[in-house]
């Protein structure tokens, strides 16, 4: 089997400001790529047609908890209440190390079928060492690139743990398979949440131990503290932190995410859906931090980034709409958000909310090659007069002809490779099941 792999002839929109979009090859070695232009030849390399298509970095998702893929479209009318009484308050605790396999493998399998290549894995699951390893064996049997972001269930209680709320000492272990990987797709990070003081001093201190980055769900409510401020009260507010939502915030806040280092995840389909409040890309924007973006929950929204960055330039258009039209209340006048902003919220700003902008986000030499090839033979995407138009606005999953991680083809003339989909969707139905008997599932 050849180490060397040839994407032919697309048109490629690199990202890269330097490359920009051009028709070239890309030749890729050792999952790493080594050259981008036209006309290459090498003999014996596996060959990726790309004739017609447009080729573009892997779609990155920076927030989605991944394990609620099985119980994938049982929160399609949920308000975030609702979500937090049922699916973390009734089905959780339900949730065993097979469900966790089954759901993680699912919503992999769904973001490499939509173009995603990486994926922040929010895994509020492990409550057992079992959970966890269900976690990591079913993202290793992916291809999927992940950072697994260790979490424990709201709802679950430690007693290895300093406080409740507080991540035990499994996340160590973890963090040591994760690094013994040979793959390397899989890294680590915190999901840091808890509701006591201690708790979090103790999360925030575990990430300064292991030397990994956070998460934190940090929407900002009336009569809570603010969560920037409470972590500064506590001491603990550092640089390499994914704030997820951040609905809410003031600029004041968002000043003080961008000069400490930190970085936003906003899944705007969801906060609009749900309630979390209005999705801040353009206040985002204006603070010179850019977002990335994110699907959040399967148990309501789908698992690809076509749908998230349509949805986040919709709300960021519409916010400078409305305060076109309100003239005087103090906020800025806003440049149009653009497709190409919002592309890159789905690619570069994903690379760099999760530190990774040196290997992914962009194409170029000496990046992982991490890409989608995206047909343009439906009536849907022609005539191409402005390719990231048609990526942002036109493309839909079923666009997505081949999928490549880290040099690895996972997904080839619209077929996913490697995973036996037919047993999958058998564990899935039987999981279904069970929960259904165990009225996990009852409104």
Not at 63 to 86: K, P, Q, V
Not at 250 to 257: G, K
Not at 398 to 412: C, N
Request: proline share 6%; with cysteine.
């Amino acid at each position: 089997m050849t180490d060397t792999l040839v994407v032919r002839g697309g048109h490629v929109l690199t990202l890269d400001p330097q490359l920009g979009t051009v028709d070239a090859d890309i030749r890729v070695d050792n999952g790493v790529v080594t050259d981008i232009r036209p006309g290459l030849d090498v003999p014996g390399a596996r060959v990726v047609d790309a004739t017609g298509s447009l080729v573009v970095p892997g779609l990155i998702d920076t927030h989605r908890h991944m394990w609620e893929a099985a119980l994938r479209g049982t929160g399609a009318d949920d308000s975030l209440d609702d979500y937090f009484t049922f699916t973390i308050g009734t089905a959780a605790p339900l949730v065993d190390p097979e469900t966790v396999y089954v759901g993680e493998l699912l919503s992999a399998c769904a973001a490499l079928d939509a173009g995603v290549t990486t994926v922040q894995d929010i895994a509020n699951i492990h409550d057992t060492s079992e959970h966890s390893d269900a976690a990591a064996d079913a993202l290793r049997a992916s291809g999927l690139r992940t950072v697994l972001a260790y979490g424990h269930s709201p709802s679950s209680r430690h007693t290895d743990a300093p406080a409740p709320g507080a991540l035990s000492r499994d996340a160590e272990r973890m963090r040591n398979r994760l690094a013994a990987d040979g793959q390397g797709l899989l890294t680590m990070a915190l999901a840091a949440d808890a509701r006591t003081d201690e708790a979090v001093t103790a999360n925030w201190r575990l990430a300064a131990e292991l030397d990994v980055p956070v998460a934190m769900h940090a929407m900002r409510r009336p009569g809570d503290e603010p969560p920037l401020e409470r972590l500064a009260r506590l001491g603990v507010l550092r640089d390499r932190v994914t704030y997820i939502h951040a609905t809410g915030y003031t600029a004041e806040d968002l000043a003080r995410v961008r000069d400490t280092g930190g970085h936003l995840s906003i899944a705007p389909l969801i906060e609009l859906l749900m309630g979390h409040g209005y999705p801040p890309v353009l206040d985002a924007l204006d603070a010179g931090l850019p977002p990335s973006l994110s699907t959040d929950v399967e148990v309501t929204v789908p698992g690809d980034m076509f749908t998230q960055m349509r949805t986040a330039l919709a709300v960021a258009r519409h916010a400078g709409y409305t305060r076109a039209a309100a003239p005087g209340d103090g906020r800025p006048d806003s440049p149009r958000v653009t497709v190409a902003q919002a592309l890159e919220m789905a690619t570069v700003e994903g690379a760099r909310a999760l530190g990774m902008e040196d290997r992914i986000g962009s194409l170029g030499v000496g990046k992982q090659a991490d890409l989608l090839v995206l047909s343009t033979d439906r009536p849907g995407m022609r005539p191409v007069h402005d390719p990231t138009a048609t990526v942002v606005l036109q493309a839909e999953r079923g666009d997505v002809d081949t999928v490549v991680v880290g040099g690895r083809v996972v997904k080839e003339h619209g077929k996913l490779l490697h995973v036996r989909l037919d047993r999958l969707y058998e564990r899935a139905a039987a999981v279904l099941h069970r929960l259904a008997t165990a009225h996990a599932l009852d409104r």
